[in-house]
Each structure stands twice: as structure tokens, then as C-alpha cells.
């Protein structure tokens, strides 16, 4: 497994926000995380980041423990997190934006060639490069944030609430480039409160509540299983 998180328990101050929760991701997959305002699904990204510090339980990445590592070491080691709400630089250029996700990349050589990647992958980008960040459109903005956090070559790209205000059509851009990114073979956890492209996107889906897991499994099992479109849009709406 690349990714294995078990009776994960996290609080804020002592209040748990997340309680015995277990996921498992393997190479290559697509996973959706999904669930309805508060069940603690950004906690749990953020936790696997290592930004958040977890009370108990364990997180394995290629079953090494990085439940303790700091949040720069977690992202050496291969996870990147592209957090709610983006956290792009809107003053500074689509470019100054993608070099500040390859921190680590110091070599001219391996920046620029992580650079030209991402215009590839992202050809909005290259067209955009010298332009502040803050004139694109949220859909744009999107893909820079998650180019971003791809500038380093991630094994676990853990991406929060993508859809988040943006406009339909955005929204198709934005989960286009998650197709584009698991033909590369990237391994991605993807962060939803409901979205049938989540549905359409994942090989595997994670129904999250109070803080734990309360249905899993293959995408095509759940939605063949009578209870599921309640338990999965009931109470939280579509997008
Ligand atoms: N900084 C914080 N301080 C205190 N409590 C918090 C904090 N962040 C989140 N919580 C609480 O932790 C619980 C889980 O929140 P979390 O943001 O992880 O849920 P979520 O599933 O990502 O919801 P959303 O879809 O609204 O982002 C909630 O009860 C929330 O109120």
C-alpha cells in the first residue's frame, strides 16, 4: 500500500474532529474522500500532510511511519497537498507561483524541466506564466494550485475541495486535469463534500461522517448498492 492510514484521531483542543478513522490507497489509484460539512475529511488531509499533529492511530506511506515528520519532510518524501481554498499567490506571476512549489528542486536544471512539465500538463499556464495569479479565473487558479503542488513530482497528490465556488465548467476543467494526471499514473486523493464527478472520477470512494469511515469500497460496487445514493447525497446536496 502507498498510503495507509489506521484509527487515525485527531482533536482540537481535546474536541475530536476525526476518531478511528481507516483509509488505504495503492499505487496508481484514484480515491475520493466524501462526506458533508465537518465530517473531517480536510482535517484528514491535513493531517496526512503532516500540517495537522494526530492524538493517536497511524500513517504509513510505503509503510514507514510519518505520523510525527514535519510537514517539509512529508512533502520530501513524496505527498503534496493542495489546500482548501488554494493559497495562491495573486500578486505574484503564474511562474514565481510554480517555483514556489519546487522549494526542493534547487538545481536550475530540475526547476526548469519541472516547469516545462507543468505548461505541458497545464497549457493555460505556459499562456498565462507572466501574469499575476490573482487575474485568472478560479478555475485557472485551480490547476496553478494544483500544478503547484505537482512541481515536485508527488507520489500522493491530496487535493481539498477542488470544486469548491467554482462554476460548472470549471469544475469539469479542474477534474479533466485529474483524468490527464492518472493517465501519468499520479496517485491522488481527492477531497469532496458530494460531487457525481467525484463518482465518475474515482476507482474508490470513502463515505466519511462524524469522523470516521461509514461506507467503502469500488465506485461501481456503491452505487449498485441500494442504500447508497441516500447515504451519499441524502443529507448533503449535489454538485
Ligand atoms: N481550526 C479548528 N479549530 C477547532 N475546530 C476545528 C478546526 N478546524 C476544524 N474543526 C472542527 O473539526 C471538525 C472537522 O472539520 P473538517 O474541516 O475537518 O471537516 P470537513 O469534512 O473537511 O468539512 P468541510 O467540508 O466543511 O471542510 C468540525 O467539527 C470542525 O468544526
Redesign the pocket.
Known sequence: MLLEVKNLRVD??K?P?VRGLNIEIAQGEVVCMV?P????????AMTIAGVKRLTSGQILLDGVDISRTTPEAVAAMGVSLVP?GRRIFGRMSVRENLLIGAPLARKRGQQAQSLDRMYELFPILEQRRDQPAGQMSGGEQQQLAIARAMMTGPRLLIVD?PSLGLAPQFVDLVFSTFVRLRQEGVTILV?E?SSRRALALADRLYL?RS?GVVMEGPVDELTSNAGFEAAYFGEVGTR
Open positions: 482540537y483542543h474536541v474532529a462526506g460539512n465537518g465530517a473531517g475529511k480536510s482535517t484528514t482548501e475541495e477531497v463534500q466519511v469522523g
